[in-house]
């Protein structure tokens, strides 16, 4: 309890999962269904999903070591290995079950944050139903190598919005060599969202998202430092 390894190992946030009076949930019970579909998704993920599961992955920190490029230190009896923190969840595909690339008898042992240029120049934005104690809705921690205010390199991640802490890298790759105004804030968030799917009730989260993450683009942008 109150680890950073426990932070981003934090189980899916979804009621379907956390109720066991609902059988059909293929992450707790694997090939029951998912009753998330067809029943009250607002919480749920609008990337990375799949016809097996669409529950959100919850945490905050997570998407801080994306943006950052952090590296996890992974120790075990048979010794230790590191992976890049992007590398560490995956997304539910066939096997919502399985949500890390943890192997058994493995433990994190140590998060790693390299030194780069895009660190000195990092903000993290979270939008919530109410202003403490909630998980987000929406949120972007967005971390920004800018020269005479030109991107050379952006690093991008998305919380709240899908099944595992999610890179943007098609809004990455579309800042880079171009300025942060509004216009290309608002463009970088629609690529970002360009594979983005609602169910239902949570529809208005892929417009949400392209606000919090081109807002966080532009306040990023803008930082003194």
């Given amino acids: 309890m109150a680890s950073l390894g426990g932070n981003v190992l934090q189980r899916t946030c979804c009621n379907y999962f956390r109720d066991i009076s609902y ?9 029951s269904g998912c009753a998330a579909m067809s029943g009250f998704n607002r919480m749920h993920a609008v990337l990375g999903g799949s016809d097996r599961c669409i529950a959100t992955y919850p945490g905050d920190f997570a998407q801080a070591l994306i943006a950052l490029e952090g590296v996890v230190e992974i120790a075990s009896g048979s010794g230790n290995r590191t992976i890049p923190f992007a590398s560490l ?3 539910p595909a066939d096997t919502p079950d399985k949500e890390t690339n943890l192997r058994p008898g493995e433990m994190i042992a140590a998060f790693l944050i390299p030194a780069a240029n895009w660190t000195r120049r990092s903000l993290y934005l979270k939008v919530r139903d109410r202003e403490s104690y909630e998980f987000a809705l ?21 919380g709240g919005l899908a099944t595992v802490p999610w890179r943007a890298v ?7 060599g171009k300025t942060v105004n509004g216009d290309n804030a608002k463009a970088a968030a629609s690529a970002a969202f360009a594979d983005a799917r609602g169910y239902g009730h949570n529809d208005f989260k892929i ?6 993450l081109s807002r966080a683009l532009q306040q990023t942008a803008a930082l003194e430092i």
Avoid: M, W, Y
């Fill in 23 to 31: 059988r059909e949930c293929n992450k707790r019970n694997p090939g």
């Fill in 89 to 91: 969840h995956r997304k």
């Fill in 138 to 158: 929406a949120s972007a921690a967005v971390a920004l190598d800018q020269q005479n205010g030109i991107v050379r390199a952006a690093r991008i991640a998305l």
């Fill in 170 to 176: 098609e809004a990455e790759n579309f800042l880079r």
């Fill in 207 to 212: 417009e949400l998202g392209k606000r919090t």
